[in-house]
Every structure is written in C-alpha cells, then in structure tokens.
Nanobody, 126 residues
Framework: QVQLVESGGGLVQAGGSLRLSCAASGRTFSSYDMGWFRQAPGKEREFVAA????????YYADAVKGRFTISRDNAKNTGNLQMNSLKPEDTAVYYC???????????????????WGQGTQVTVAS
C-alpha cells in the first residue's frame, strides 16, 4: 500500500505559479510511476503529467506542456508539480497518483494508477 498526500494548492492570479507536492508513505515510492491528474467542476478527471519509475521520462498533456514540470525525489518519497504561467482554465482539484510500472494502460491513463491522493484545490483567478 502507498498513501499519498498532496499539498501546495491555493488561489493564484493568472500568470502566477504554484508548486504542488505529493508526499508518499508506505511501500517504496520510488518503485512506482507517478502521475498528476486534475478534475474541474462538471468535467472528467484528466491527465496532466507523469514520470516513469524506470527511466524518469516525463510526459505532459498538451494543455500544460511548456508551463508545468513534474519531478520526483525518491530519497524523500515526494513528487512535485511546478506550475507556471497559470491560466483560469487550470482551475481544478489536482490529484497525484502512483502506479505499478507493469500496470495496465499508459502513464496517461487513469487505470494505470493504483493509489490516489485526496486532492488539492488550485484556483486561478483572471
């Protein structure tokens, strides 16, 4: 089992930045792929970014590419999502997730992930 807790959300003006963190406990976090997803009101949860366990390759949704950066610190069992140039359409609850590298689906798919945090709210004001 892996327990995930997100932090760092809040209210920010458009063009601003936030850094989300995901603290993991339980089994070795470094052995999992890590992803960030978000869900806006009335919309389905969508992929934001992911980083593989095996090679640390990173993947981004087109909507955030060039503005968001995903990273992880395996020694500290944490993951981060640096969000720059935020837009009102980035407003959502953001979730971090951990999944077995051998799991089903791509790293951009919900079903690849076995463990989810409770989410942190990000609100971008125009």
């Amino acid at each position: 089992q892996v327990q995930l807790v997100e932090s760092g959300g809040g209210l920010v003006q458009a063009g601003g930045s936030l850094r989300l963190s995901c603290a993991a406990s339980g089994r070795t976090f470094s052995s999992y792929d890590m992803g960030w997803f978000r869900q806006a009101p009335g919309k389905e949860r969508e992929f934001v970014a992911a980083i593989r366990w095996s090679d640390a390759n990173t993947y981004y949704a087109d909507a955030v590419k060039g503005r968001f950066t995903i990273s992880r610190d395996n020694a500290k069992n944490t993951g981060n999502l640096q969000m720059n140039s935020l837009k009102p359409e980035d407003t959502a609850v953001y979730y971090c997730a951990a999944g077995f590298p051998s799991g089903s689906g791509s790293v951009g798919s919900n079903r690849h992930y076995d463990y989810w945090g409770q989410g942190t709210q990000v609100t971008v004001a125009s």
